[in-house]
């Protein structure tokens, strides 16, 4: 599979945007980028997708970087509901059904 | 509605005797998955189903089981043999087969206490 690479932790002030970065430098040519985030107690929920063109939803916003080989998830004015753990994943083989996930950020957000 | 669901939420077990989580699906999925988490940790995939009858190991089977006799239920069998089971454990379920853009939906969760 191919794998992404993120922070462990970050914080950020409530009311402001945070860009939550996310590295796949071994991404192929046909693996989607999807995000999830994981609230306290909780299974994980999707956020947003995408495969090259920057993609915007009630939710939040997903850049891709030009060569694919990073992408940062943009809440534009982050909420204390934000504060949670986000997972950035790659979908790795057509047809193959495997979900692998990483570690996450865990995202703080101050009041 | 909808949706995935886990059952029970919280299950103690002693030591030694082999419990099954139970995961139901109604969103006519074809591609279901057993996760376990640790706490502060991220998601580890236990087993995966593209298809009715069909299951894959993913990377820390040992000492857990499942079946996929229906396309709804994917039960997880947590056997005496797995060293550490307590945990967090999520089941998913997406539409699978080849549909690369779509995204996993997670159930609530069953909280494992071996005591």
């Known amino acids: 599979d191919a794998k992404t690479t993120q922070p462990n932790s970050m914080e950020s002030n409530e009311e402001e945007p945070v860009h939550l970065p996310c590295n796949h430098s071994t991404i192929s040519g046909t693996d989607y980028i999807h995000w999830y985030r994981q609230l306290p107690s909780q299974g994980p929920e999707y956020v947003i997708h995408?495969?090259?063109s920057n993609v915007n939803n009630r939710m939040a916003s997903l850049a891709i970087a030009e060569d694919r080989k990073s992408s940062t998830l943009i809440l534009h004015r982050a909420t204390l509901r934000d504060a949670a753990v986000y997972y950035c994943i790659l979908r790795a083989n057509f047809g193959n059904e495997k979900l692998t996930f990483g570690t996450g950020t865990r995202l703080t957000i101050i009041p | 509605d909808g949706g995935i669901t886990q059952s029970p939420k919280y299950l103690f077990r002693k030591e030694g005797q082999n419990v099954t989580l139970s995961c139901e699906q109604n969103l006519n999925h074809d591609a279901m998955y057993w996760y376990r988490q640790d706490p502060g940790q991220g998601l580890r995939l236990i087993y995966y189903s593209q298809i009715v009858n069909d299951f894959q190991k993913g990377d820390i089977a040992e000492g857990y089981s499942v079946s996929r006799e229906k396309k709804e239920s994917f039960p997880l069998t947590v056997t005496s043999a797995q060293k550490n089971p307590t945990a967090f454990y999520l089941c998913a379920s997406r539409l699978g087969v080849g549909q690369l853009s779509t995204e996993a939906f997670f159930g609530q969760g069953t909280r494992l206490t071996v005591v």
């Open positions: 995408g495969l090259t």
